[in-house]
């Protein structure tokens, strides 16, 4: 049944409370609310059939309810439900085609329909209503058929909100664009000094990158190595650029953060960054950036702070550097920064607060007359520090290495000596506003300030045991992440957990089972399940629910197939996208599902002041529901994919 228009102003004041509606303007709803149509049906009739053309309107569900049901070889699945706010036939009017399903009234609805042609018009001037259709398009056929997408207007120029600093950063600031290879001023290994001194005057570059015949990337020549070495030192400029250049060379990918390149430069203190196809040395050379061309690029960003952490002398100025973070972090989520992308412009700056309190503590211990033992040893970080997702201070996950002496007597006496250095390294993050690990995952925590041999014993007996604790341990560890001291003690740790996963079919199904032992907080229905008693009562549990989920299967699956390159859970599903075809779409629904979660979860523990592990449904909007629905729709492809992957199906 339908009934004329005669309530427009009703109307749009029920458009203004959903997307995409409620992000255009007031005028454009008006507009629309003038030509809309009523539609009233009952339990049992339907909206469309399956096959039916997709008619010029779109609808909007403002009150029962509709079930999408698909029939195939005369048999009907119950494919989707539909309730309050959503949007009806939005994908076949887009693709021009017939619709897909049934849409069969279950409640008795009352539908808004608007013309499709005046809102394809609005959707082309309203960038954030474009967006949020386009997102949703985006989970809807992520499973198969064309991708589908609303056209963004062909005028590109920033106005309105898009005009704030953080809004240009996120349009296209915050990646990094390789540009022209013939730009790419390269020279090989044997060179001479004076060859590649006149091919960067020529091209007026300050650099020159040495590859090898694959265009690797070896090492990189700068102006003020040679002024050093050659014009001051006397070394003969006849002699190759291999005995000259700087290695090895440090490189990032393609398309990741402008922003955090330069704050690894800042914290490496050098003037060129070299972009590689997959981040690393062993696959071609694409670009070099200094820090002025990757600025360029990135916008307005943190920089500055790393460098006022660098020169900082005092633990109450750390502390208000620390509170500058938080406030950067709560502008830029708000102007929609990828809370990924956030995890590592924190990691960046935090890493540097880790080492001037190493220094600054180290200062204190050798003016009270200690000084460190002259062994290799290393500050690293575990957990979602060392996954590069610690945004806010809420706790902290770190750990010490040190070089395994002759003795066990002599171990302990250099352990001594260093868990007073962790100890007043934790106090100050304390004072810095960290909290203190539950878990007791500190670096001052004897457990966690061992040798690298004991590391390397404790990582084989995870592999072995049957226990949850030393399991608990082990996950922990498996996202160790090198953060200050002498790398190259880490390396054969990391390596010895890498080796001990990817070696032991038996210790992966353990792990397997952990990612689909708890089924997200959404039931078929639509239904948010909730605590039912507690402090939590009303409440689900995020992290443990949706995030967790997502964060081990990255990490298994990384390990399985050797992409043991990256360390968070974004870059671990970017490279299990781009390595292993076969998980390639659902690593990237994996990224996106990830990046919405966390962005709910730093959102929640702003606005809450705690961990933001616990969110309140009837606390979220429309918005969010719909985009945490989907994403644990994904959670539940992944853990569907481990089950068979492992063969836990029986279980």
């Not at 102003?9 to 709803?29: K, N």
């Not at 039916?52 to 309810?65: E, K, T």
């Not at 302990?412 to 506003?433: D, P, S, W, Y």
């Not at 992966?508 to 009562?537: H, M, S």
Request: net charge neutral; glycine share 6%; charged share 25%.
């Amino acid at each position: 049944m339908d009934e004329t228009n005669l309530i427009p102003d009703r109307i749009a004041a029920t458009l203004r409370q959903y997307p995409p509606f409620s992000m255009m303007s007031a005028e454009a709803i008006d507009s629309l609310a003038t030509q809309a149509h009523v539609r009233v049906l009952v339990s049992g009739e339907q909206v469309w059939h399956q096959g039916d053309p997709p008619g010029d309107s779109l609808y909007v569900l403002v009150r029962g309810r509709v079930e999408y049901h698909i029939t195939t070889d005369g048999q009907t699945e119950l494919v989707a439900v539909r309730d309050e706010g959503d949007l009806l036939g939005l994908t076949p009017l887009l693709r021009g085609e017939p619709v897909r399903t049934t849409a069969q009234v279950v409640e008795d609805t009352v539908l808004y329909g608007l013309p499709w042609q005046p809102i394809q018009r609005l959707l082309a001037k309203h960038d954030d209503a474009r967006h949020y259709v386009n997102r949703h398009l985006f989970w809807t056929t992520r499973l198969g058929g064309e991708s589908t997408s609303v056209p963004a207007p062909e005028d590109d120029g920033i106005t309105g909100r898009a005009k704030n600093i953080l809004q240009a950063h996120l349009s296209g600031g915050r990646v990094i664009q390789p540009r022209n290879l013939d730009r790419l001023l390269t020279c090989s290994p044997q060179t001479s000094i004076h060859e590649a001194a006149q091919l960067m005057a020529k091209r007026r570059v300050p650099s020159v990158l040495v590859v090898d015949e694959n265009r690797c990337p070896l090492g990189i020549v700068t102006q003020s190595n040679i002024v050093k070495l050659v014009v001051a030192g006397g070394m003969s400029r006849e002699a190759p650029v291999e005995g000259l250049m700087a290695s090895p060379v440090i490189t990032v990918s393609a398309l990741s953060s402008a922003t955090a390149a330069i704050l690894l430069m800042l914290r490496e203190r050098i003037g060129q960054v070299c972009v590689t196809e997959d981040g690393t040395p062993d696959t071609p050379a694409l670009d070099v950036f200094t820090n002025k061309d990757l600025l360029a690029q990135s916008g307005h960003h943190p920089a500055g702070l790393l460098r006022e952490f660098r020169h900082a002398r005092t633990v109450p100025r750390l502390r208000e550097l620390c509170d500058e973070i938080e406030e950067i972090i709560a502008s830029y989520l708000d102007a929609n920064v990828s809370a990924i992308f956030l995890g590592q412009i924190c990691a960046e700056l935090y890493d540097e607060l880790v080492q001037r309190l190493l220094e600054m503590c180290t200062d204190e211990l050798a003016a009270a007359g200690v000084k460190l033992p002259r062994i290799p040893w290393a500050w690293i970080s575990v957990g979602s520090d060392g996954r590069r997702e610690l945004t806010l201070r809420t706790d902290m996950d770190n750990a010490l290495v040190f070089a395994a002496a002759g003795s066990t007597e002599d171990d302990e006496k250099h352990r001594e000596i260093f868990l007073r250095l962790t100890q007043a390294v934790i106090a100050k993050m304390v004072e810095c506003g960290f909290a203190r690990c539950q878990g007791g995952v500190m670096a001052s925590n004897p457990k966690w300030c061992r040798t690298d041999r004991e590391w390397r014993q404790e990582i084989e007996e995870i592999a072995s045991s049957t226990e949850p604790d030393p399991l608990f341990r082990g996950i922990v560890l498996y996202d160790l992440r090198f953060v200050a001291g002498d790398a190259a003690i880490v390396r054969p740790v990391r390596q010895a957990i890498i080796d001990s996963v990817r070696s032991n079919s038996w210790l992966q199904r353990r792990l397997a089972d952990l990612v689909i032992e708890t089924p997200p907080p959404l039931n078929f229905w639509g239904k948010f399940i909730i605590e039912k008693r507690g402090d939590r009562a009303g409440e689900f549990d995020l992290k443990g629910r949706a995030l967790a989920p997502l964060r081990d299967a990255a990490r298994l699956l990384a390990l399985k197939h050797n992409q043991t390159r990256r360390y968070s859970t974004g870059g671990r599903w970017e490279d299990l996208q781009r390595n292993v075809p076969t998980l390639a779409e659902l690593a990237k629904v994996s990224r996106e599902a990830y990046d919405v979660l966390l962005a709910l979860r730093l959102g929640t523990a702003l606005a809450r002041h705690d961990s933001g592990r616990f969110v309140d449904p009837s606390k979220l909007s429309k918005l969010e529901k719909a985009r945490l629905a989907q994403a644990f729709d994904v959670v539940r492809l992944v853990q569907t994919h481990v089950r068979l992957a492992f063969n836990l199906e029986s279980r």
